[in-house]
């Protein structure tokens, strides 16, 4: 079945900086990418997502770019603000055999530093 | 607030006992999903639902764990003699249409306690 890795598990960085995080998946027939912010106490929220025929999505101050060749995509964060202090989660769809799920990465928690 | 809804929000259980959680999706959202979560992991995908017809169940966790769509509304997730390994926490997402395009709108998910 599908795997996702996702890095760094935590990641600090001071507010105004960007921050990048990055994820692997394991089978080529996936082809929808989305990215959830979780905030303590909620659920999952979808941030942006991508689709297995683009390579690079932007909408204000997060982007999303996917190396389907390697396998890879990563989540872009400019400007960080400390309200995008969260848990992220990339995920993969799964493909083939009637499932309609998503595998997720295990999550990155963000520290926006003032 | 998504617009998805679950309840409880917590549930506090003895090992072997029973429960039940309810999951109202977004109203024209046909197809509902259920999602596991412990700590510090991501959402494991457990099973979902087009309409009334439970499409995949082989990742459901074990024979205790079964869902319910009845209508095509309202989901329930039961588990049978519940187990310490048991405690997470149960999301329930909901999109509308088929595919794996469209956003999956998550509830702020039930959190079971199993002593």
């Known amino acids: 079945g599908e795997n996702v890795e996702q890095h760094p598990s935590t990641l600090s960085v001071q507010e105004g900086d960007s921050a990048v995080i990055k994820c692997t998946y394991s089978d080529s027939a996936s082809n929808y990418f989305p990215w959830y912010k979780q905030e303590l106490g909620k659920g999952p929220q979808l941030i942006i997502d991508?689709?297995?025929?683009?390579g690079e999505k932007k909408d204000q101050r997060i982007a999303v770019t996917l190396n389907k060749t390697a396998k890879h995509f990563s989540l872009h964060i400019t400007e960080t603000q400390p309200e995008d202090s969260a848990v992220y989660f990339c995920a993969a769809s799964i493909p083939g055999g009637g499932a309609d799920g998503l595998t997720f990465g295990k999550g990155t928690h963000l520290i926006i530093q003032p | 607030d998504t617009g998805v809804s679950q309840d409880p929000r917590h549930k506090i259980t003895k090992r072997g006992q029973n429960v039940t959680f309810r999951c109202d999706p977004i109203s024209e959202h046909n197809r509902l999903y259920w999602y596991r979560q412990t700590l510090g992991q991501g959402p494991e995908f457990l099973t979902y639902f087009q309409n009334e017809a439970q499409l995949e169940k082989s990742r459901l966790l074990s024979d205790r764990f079964s869902a319910e769509r009845p209508k095509g509304s309202f989901s329930t997730l039961e588990i049978q003699r519940t187990e310490q390994g048991d405690s997470a926490m149960y999301l329930c997402?909901?999109?509308?249409?088929?595919?794996?395009?469209?956003?999956?709108?998550f509830g702020p998910g039930t959190r079971l306690t199993v002593l």
């Open positions: 997402a909901s999109t509308r249409g088929a595919g794996n395009y469209n956003e999956q709108f």
């Open positions: 991508i689709r297995s025929n683009v």
